[in-house]
């Protein structure tokens, strides 16, 4: 069969549920998606941002585009999510889990409590969501699930123990769940952001010893800019990447290979 290359990275009829859609690496992602031609089911705590990123998305693309409020700590809210993404558009073929948090501290400063909400969140949540749309999927025989890890999961540094001990878990999971679902037409992949300019970072960017001794690090000299997210999840969520399931891709400048 004569395949032709750019025909593998159209979306057009799909569905595409994103949790953590409304800003940062998640709205990128639900942006890329959406060029490609996927509708869009945006799934965040925030309405007011929901909204506006759903506006957003029909003002740059046409596309249609729901959201739904949600909390990704209430397996209620994502099986809500869920349902009524379906219900609207007839299929889930793609999921992005991008909602995550990252609570920064010694351990000695830090409480189980902050601990555990990060992992409730960046692992629980993702797991949660794969839960309830894999029986979708599973009847569709298609879906492409990606799930957003960080360098953090492969590297760390100083005062991250929540957030690095969480985004290796996702690793785990994803590698996990790929050999689960091989046989299903299913593939789950991950990416492992670098240093991006996102409101999780303000801390750093706006702190300038933060961010220089950052920039040390980079073997590009530069932090990633947000759109620069969108053509790797693109492939990871298209039919480009149909023989791709279990792996890591790093979008880090350059970080890790130091």
């Not at 969501?129 to 879906?143: D, R, S, T």
């Amino acid at each position: 069969m004569n395949y032709k290359i750019l025909d593998q990275f159209k979306l057009e009829g799909q569905t595409a549920l994103i949790f953590g859609g409304n800003r940062g690496l998640g709205l990128e992602m639900a942006k890329a998606l959406a060029e490609a031609g996927a509708k869009i089911s945006i799934a965040a705590r925030d309405q007011s941002r929901n909204a506006s990123a759903c506006d957003l998305i029909d003002e740059l693309y046409g596309r249609e585009c729901m959201h739904t409020v949600c909390d990704v700590l209430g397996l209620d809210q994502i099986k809500q999510t869920v349902n009524r993404t379906f219900e609207k558009f007839g299929s889930i073929d793609i999921l992005i889990n991008s909602a995550g948090i990252n609570i920064r501290g010694t351990i000695e400063e830090l409480s189980h409590e902050e601990f555990n909400r990060v992992m409730s969140v960046n692992v629980t949540g993702s797991w949660s969501a794969c839960k309830e749309v894999v029986p979708i999927m599973k009847k569709q025989q298609y879906g492409r699930i990606l799930n957003v890890s960080s360098i953090m999961g492969v590297t760390s540094i100083a005062d991250r123990t929540p957030y690095a001990t969480s985004k290796g878990a996702v690793l785990q999971l994803t590698r996990s769940l790929a050999i689960e679902l091989a046989k299903e037409k299913i593939t789950v992949n991950s990416i492992l952001p670098g240093p991006f300019a996102t409101e999780m970072n303000l801390s750093l960017t706006n702190d300038p010893e933060k961010y220089a001794a950052f920039l040390e690090r980079l073997p590009m000299g530069r932090w990633g800019e947000l759109h620069e997210i969108g053509g790797l999840a693109l492939y990871l969520c298209a039919p480009a990447s149909s023989f791709v399931t279990g792996a890591d891709f790093l979008i880090d400048g350059g970080w890790v290979a130091i």
